[in-house]
């Protein structure tokens, strides 16, 4: 079975550039989230998301936003890039919300110049 | 306050030895715990849940005190794979929080 793929595996962006992050979880997984890591912290939860409705958000400004879609794959957008927006984006998806840990995707490095 | 709150170490320990890793969090309305590890350069991948009753996985022991809001992570017999870092991660409200991380080198 395939894990939680994303894509692009590497990206490279100009500031004040807009970015779209996807992700397919596992199948059969309906809740997916997103994480922000840069070097030397964990991850930093962004979005939650279940049955395509946004379960939870962490504390980033509103340049950031997702969605999730029918078939529970998601979208992460971030508008007006800046150049502390570089880091590794984690996907993950789970079961549900609460019970299961979420499995990760090996993530989307985004470079902001 | 940090809602997770990880020692990062790192800790250096001779193959066999005995490690326990500890993590405080802020939030007493927190609803599930658990313990991920991540290899350098590599996703987290989730190592074992964490229940109020404790819980084992062959040399994993973990354990949840939810008085003192504290978890922590007992590795038995370390292997030169274990080296890794371990993240605390708490579920609280549909938010979830990792800790920074601890890292591990098991040495021959």
């Known amino acids: 079975d395939a894990g939680v793929t994303q894509s692009p595996t590497h990206l490279i962006k100009t500031r004040g550039q807009h970015v779209t992050l996807r992700c397919s979880p596992i199948?059969?997984?309906?809740?997916v989230s997103w994480y922000q890591q840069v070097l030397g912290q964990g991850p930093q939860f962004i979005f939650q998301y279940y049955e395509k409705e946004e379960r939870g958000r962490g504390n980033f400004p509103d340049r950031f936003s997702a969605r999730q879609f029918p078939n529970y794959s998601s979208e992460l957008n971030v508008n007006a890039l800046l150049l502390g927006d570089s880091a590794l984006y984690l996907c993950?998806?789970?079961?549900?919300?609460?019970?299961?840990?979420?499995?990760f995707g090996s993530g989307t490095r985004l470079t902001v110049v | 306050r940090k809602e997770v709150e990880q020692d990062p170490g790192p800790f250096n320990v001779p193959e066999g030895a005995t490690v326990a890793f500890n993590c405080t969090y802020s939030?007493?309305?927190?609803?599930?715990f658990f313990w991920y590890r991540q290899d350098c350069r590599k996703e987290p991948k989730l190592l074992m849940s964490v229940y109020s009753s404790g819980n084992e996985d062959g040399r994993f022991t973990a354990q949840l005190n939810r008085a003192s809001q504290y978890i922590s992570l007992l590795i038995r017999d370390s292997k030169l794979s274990d080296s890794a870092t371990y993240l605390c991660v708490v579920n609280a409200g549909n938010q979830f929080y990792f800790g920074t991380g601890t890292s591990l080198t098991v040495i021959p």
């Open positions: 939030n007493s309305a927190s609803q599930s």
């Open positions: 199948s059969g997984h309906k809740s």
């Open positions: 993950a998806s789970s079961l549900d919300t609460l019970n299961y840990g979420y499995t």
